[in-house]
């Protein structure tokens, strides 16, 4: 029997018409998210609530997401620098670079974690590191605070941007461009970082 029993697997979005994770495993792991996205008590879904919500969203709409296989007879020692690849390339969305819902990528591990947890790292990292470290008493991840102006004028200041644009149904990186300089608005709105 092969050892190359391994895959690589795709969720896409046929409303939005993009791909929303990345995944591996053997078998019936591809699909098993189907019926997780049912159990919102779950810790899985605890973990992973923005992927299964978008199944959710998706099946709301009157539809379902689409599973594909992306590479195929792979070996347990491959399968997981393939899902790195695809999950790069594609891009994250909590990092900015694309729509994906995956909270890590294998080859740095870094995954998205609380902000008390992210705390208690950083705190750890400098007690071990010391204040050489540039890292030393930083916390990493944590919204930034910015400054909108609305099509109408009148500017506000918010924290995190992403759930801003989810909001008002803007583009997060769209808003990236404006705030970099390389486009004056995005759907009227401009912003900017301020800086703590």
Not at 15 to 43: D, Q, V
Not at 79 to 85: N, S
Not at 88 to 110: C, E, H, M, Y
Request: hydrophobic share 25%.
């Amino acid at each position: 029997m092969s050892d190359n029993i391994y895959y690589v697997y795709q969720y896409w979005d046929p409303i939005r018409k993009e791909p929303f994770y990345i995944g591996k495993g053997c078998k019936r792991r591809a699909w098993t998210h189907l019926s997780m996205s049912r159990h919102k008590n779950s810790k899985t879904y605890r973990t992973h609530n923005k992927f299964y919500n978008r199944i959710n969203w998706i099946r709301k709409q009157g539809q379902e997401p689409i599973v594909t296989i992306k590479n195929k007879n792979l070996s347990k020692e491959n399968y997981g620098k393939i899902e790195t690849y695809w999950i790069t390339k594609i891009g994250r969305d909590d990092l900015g670079k694309g729509p994906l819902t995956n909270l890590k990528d294998r080859d740095n591990g870094v995954v998205n974690t609380s902000l008390e947890t992210r705390r208690k790292i950083s705190k750890n990292h400098a007690d071990v590191s010391g204040k050489n470290n540039p890292m030393f008493g930083k916390l990493t991840g944590i919204p930034k605070l910015w400054l909108i102006t609305f099509p109408d004028g009148h500017r506000e200041k918010i924290l995190g941007l992403n759930r801003f644009c989810k909001q008002h149904k803007l583009t997060r990186n769209r808003m990236k461009v404006v705030a970099k300089g390389l486009q004056e608005k995005y759907k009227g709105f401009t912003c900017s970082q301020i800086e703590k």
